[in-house]
Nanobody
Framework: QVQLAESGGGLVQAGGSLRLSCVAS????????MGWFRQRPGEEREYVAS????????DYADSVKGRFTISRDNTKNTVYLQMDNLKPEDTAVYSC??????????????????WGQGTQVTVSS
């Protein structure tokens, strides 16, 4: 069983920045594929970014490419999402997720075994 806990959400003006953190339990964090997803009310969960254990391998949704940066610190069992130049359309609940095999396709929610509770990000115009 892996537990994930997000933090760092909040209210920010358009153009501002936030950094989300997700701390994972367990001793095998370094090999997990970690992903960030977001969900707006009444909409499907949307892929944001993912990172494999070899941190050079990152991937982003086109909607956030160039504005968001995913990173991880395996010594702290933590994955981060740095969000810059935020837009009102980025408003959503952001959740982190873990694929404990580390091998599945990072863009699909079904690839992930465990999910955090989510943290609200609100961007005002």
């Amino acid at each position: 069983q892996v537990q994930l806990a997000e933090s760092g959400g909040g209210l920010v003006q358009a153009g501002g920045s936030l950094r989300l953190s997700c701390v994972a339990s367990g001793s095998d964090f370094a090999r997990y594929l970690m992903g960030w997803f977001r969900q707006r009310p009444g909409e499907e969960r949307e892929y944001v970014a993912s990172i494999r254990w070899y941190a050079g391998n990152t991937d982003y949704a086109d909607s956030v490419k160039g504005r968001f940066t995913i990173s991880r610190d395996n010594t702290k069992n933590t994955v981060y999402l740095q969000m810059d130049n935020l837009k009102p359309e980025d408003t959503a609940v952001y959740s982190c997720a873990a694929d404990i095999s580390g091998l599945r396709a990072g863009t699909r929610p079904r690839s992930y075994d465990y999910w955090g509770q989510g943290t609200q990000v609100t961007v005002s115009s």
